[in-house]
């Protein structure tokens, strides 16, 4: 220090200003350097470890108090001694604590989500300081949800209820809208409430319509004399797990309403008169007076009584139903006890009334010896008549008279039958026509004094009460039968049903039902036969049939079980075989048929057109089966005796030629026969010319050249040519001596068959080879051609003639193609 004063004292202000700002710079340096070196091991400022910039909790309403809420993320340890941050709470009466020590939040008053016995939800700041630190301290904000819990029951509303319904409400009528109960909880399952009737003994008569709402429906008939008032539990409870719930009681009071007619006291009543009775006197009647009561007790409403017919020698007071006497009774009155009917009727309502009857005898009588009035008493009842039926009355001599006691002669009547002291025979116990279907019994009847007796005869009619039973549920065949029985086609039995019926009587018809019942068939035995020739229409190896079983009672009951058939392999490839040689013979029957029938056809066919097809020959004209053409002029420029035939050398074309040849056909008769066909068939094909071997004469001297006539001959290639021309068509030729001629000379008949043959009858022979000729029948074009022609405008045209071209002359095949007008 004393050899740097001297030095530092030597500097100079600027140097001391450098020197001070060095140190300074190295200072922070190292301070930033242990900064960082403690920041390596442990950061002590106070943030949240996750980053955020508030800390948050989910918590449950039914927390207990002094519980952990959360335990808070701060960075740092807050123990009191060692630790390096202090944690406190801004809020002063927040519902949280921090525990001492810890980063854990406690809860000190109780949370409620619904916000009645506590917050539903919490905000508070934890100041978070740092320990030997002039630092500021650092809040974080802290967030406390409250979530529900289900610690609310369903309360109802204005419970308990109480309902006043009337008896005549109908069942499924609504008859509670006021039920309902709310639950504080947050809206959810735990505040969501189901209502239901509780178990007890009147909870079939309402019910909730629907289990969240608490509308009350009447679910049974209510009646006011036998259940006036009752109660029942309701419960509301919310759909947490466990459920809370509450429950609270319905009062409910049945209003009575008129649906009960009146009633009297006594099911009868009797009554004995003196001897001889005064106008007015009262009828003394037993067991007590006559009196009736309204059933409907609510209402209770009044009666008046009346004689259901009036009788002459008896009044009833409408108010009392007290009976007196109308007239004087004297000895020989009343002789038979006599019975009034009495009628107990609402004022309110007449549709309300009771009837009793009332019995009045004389004295006299009703000491005579008491006797049944007739000596056999007959029921005829069905077995299933139900018990306490009455079967029948025996009567006696003194009408309903409750003194008189009843005896049979046997003791199993007791077991079945009963007699009351009405004298009514009940049924006690249900008859059975299969165990006994008559009973016949002695009955006594005696006042103490005098008895007497009678028969009963009780006859049992049958129900058919039993439908028919198969001894198995299921019936399965397995058929194996003679191959040689099953290739001839004969029955084969298939096997054997049995079926019975429990009613006596009754006869089981057995039938058989399904998609291939009717290859079977079953016999009144039970036995199930294959028919005749069926194996073959059996096209698997397993089949299925019903079987059906139904009775003769009435009305006929049935019953079924299914049968299973099975068939052997082998009896199936016998079937195949059988199958495929039938189907076999069957085709050939078949194809045979239908070759008979195209050969019937075929003859048919050959016969009419014959019919059609045949010329009609007369005199010199044509069959009438083909058309005549309108008749030609006469050739002008004849090169002969009027044949109309040309020499080689002319000019006219084939056309003319033709016509020429036509007309001279035609000439005695006055008509050309048809020898068109289709416009381009005709000569279509025909390039040659009408002489043979190119030749212009005949071999008999009837050369064209030179121009003379010769009548009676032909030349030889027109022959040939016009047997090409029309060819055979399946007709008849017409008759010998057919004229052909024209113009002044007469022109001989041609011998048939010789080579002046008719020109058009070789189309019509069988031996004519002509290649495109056709005949037309008339039936098929005009009967007048206007034109046939060639060519109309060809300059060698002349009229009538035939110009027979040189078959070396290479102009003659222009001319063939064939024009025809109609």
């Known amino acids: 220090m004393i050899t740097a004063r001297p030095i530092v004292m030597a500097l100079d202000f600027r140097e001391y200003h450098s020197l001070l700002s060095f140190s300074l710079k190295i200072f922070i340096l190292l301070v930033f350097t242990k900064a960082l070196r403690v920041q390596g091991v442990q950061d002590s400022r106070c943030y949240l470890e996750s980053g955020g910039s508030v800390e948050s909790f989910f918590v449950s309403e039914d927390l207990a108090v002094g519980s952990i809420v959360g335990v808070l993320g701060i960075h740092g340890d807050p123990h009191e001694q060692i630790g390096n941050i202090a944690l406190s709470l801004k809020e002063i009466d927040s519902p949280v604590r921090i525990a001492p020590g810890s980063k854990n939040l406690t809860l000190a008053r109780p949370l409620d989500k619904e916000g009645v016995l506590g917050p539903s939800s919490v905000y508070v700041n934890v100041i978070c300081d740092r320990k030997r630190t002039s630092d500021p301290g650092f809040e974080i904000p802290v967030s406390i949800r409250v979530t529900d819990a289900n610690d609310n029951a369903p309360v109802w509303v204005n419970a308990p209820y109480r309902l006043r319904v009337a008896e005549l409400t109908a069942p499924g009528s609504r008859a509670l809208h006021a039920a309902k109960a709310t639950d504080r909880d947050q809206l959810g399952p735990f505040s969501t409430v189901e209502y239901k009737v509780l178990p007890g003994p009147y909870q079939d008569y309402f019910t909730f319509e629907n289990s969240l709402e608490g509308t009350l429906v009447l679910r049974k008939a209510l009646d006011f004399e036998t259940l006036p008032n009752f109660t029942i539990g309701l419960r509301a409870q919310d759909q947490g797990n466990p459920p809370n719930f509450s429950d609270t009681v319905l009062y409910v009071e049945v209003l009575d309403s008129d649906d009960q007619n009146p009633k009297f006291l006594d099911d009868g009543y009797t009554a004995i008169l003196p001897d001889r009775a005064s106008q007015g006197s009262q009828v003394m009647i037993s067991p007590k007076e006559i009196s009736a009561i309204d059933q409907d007790t609510g209402i209770n409403a009044a009666l008046f009584y009346t004689f259901n017919i009036d009788h002459p020698s008896f009044n009833i007071d409408k108010e ?325 035939l040309h020499a080689p050398g002319s000019n006219h074309s084939t056309s003319n030629n033709l016509a020429a040849l036509t007309g001279a056909l035609g000439a005695a008769s006055g008509s050309l026969l048809s020898v068109s066909a289709g416009a381009s068939t005709i000569l279509a094909n025909s390039s040659s010319s009408l002489n043979v071997n190119g030749q212009d004469a005949d071999h008999n001297g009837g050369a064209f050249s030179d121009g003379n006539s010769h009548p009676n001959t032909l030349p030889r290639g027109i022959m040939a040519r016009a047997s090409q021309r029309f060819p055979h068509r399946g007709g008849v030729s017409p008759g010998p001596g057919m004229a052909i001629g024209g113009g002044g000379a007469g022109v001989g008949a041609l011998p048939p068959g010789g080579p002046q043959a008719a020109l058009m009858s070789n189309h019509l022979t069988t031996a004519g080879g002509g290649r495109s000729g056709v005949a037309w029948p008339a039936a098929t074009i005009p009967a007048r051609v206007k034109k046939l022609s060639w060519d109309d405008d060809d300059p060698k045209i002349e009229n009538g003639g035939l110009d027979i071209a040189d078959p070396n002359n290479p102009n003659s095949s222009e001319h063939l193609n064939l024009t025809v007008y109609f």
């Open 320 to 644: 009392s139903a007290r009976v007196s006497v109308a007239r004087e009774i004297l000895d020989d009155d009343l002789l038979m006890p006599v019975t009034l009917v009495v009628r107990a009727t609402q004022y309110d309502n007449p549709d309300r009334y009771a009837l009793a009857t009332l019995t009045i005898s004389k004295q006299s009588v009703a000491r005579k010896p008491v006797h049944f009035s007739q000596k056999n008493y007959y029921a005829t009842v069905l077995e299933n008549l139900p018990i306490n039926s009455v079967l029948m009355t025996l009567n006696t001599n003194r009408l309903r008279d409750r003194a008189l006691k009843y005896f049979v002669s046997d003791r199993k009547f007791l077991t079945k039958f009963a007699i009351n002291t009405a004298g009514e025979v009940v049924l006690r116990k249900n008859l059975d026509y299969e165990v006994d279907d008559k009973y016949t019994f002695q009955v006594m009847v005696t006042d103490g004094l005098a008895n007497d007796t009678a028969t009963i005869n009780i006859t049992v009619l049958n129900v058919n009460d039993w439908d028919p039973r198969f001894r198995y549920p299921q019936y399965e065949f397995f058929v194996n039968p003679n191959l040689d029985e099953a290739a001839n086609g004969l029955p084969i039995l298939i096997g054997k049903v049995e079926a019975a019926d429990g009613d006596r009587g009754d006869v089981v018809m057995l039938t058989l039902r399904g998609a291939d019942a009717s290859l079977f068939y079953i016999t009144d035995q039970g036995e199930i036969f294959l028919r005749e020739n069926a194996l073959s229409l059996v096209n698997s190896s397993i089949v299925h049939v019903v079987a059906m079983a139904t009775d003769t009672g009435a009305p006929p009951r049935q019953t079924s079980v299914p049968l299973i058939v099975h068939f052997s392999e082998a009896l199936m490839s016998v079937t195949n075989a059988a199958t495929f040689s039938g189907n076999s013979m069957l085709l050939i029957i078949i194809f045979g048929t239908i070759l008979g029938l195209l050969g019937i056809v075929i003859v048919i066919l050959i016969g009419y057109i014959y019919k059609v097809k045949r010329p009609k020959s007369g005199g010199n004209k044509v069959g009438t089966g083909f058309v005549q053409h309108e008749k030609l002029p006469p050739p002008h420029n004849v090169a002969g005796a009027g044949t109309g």
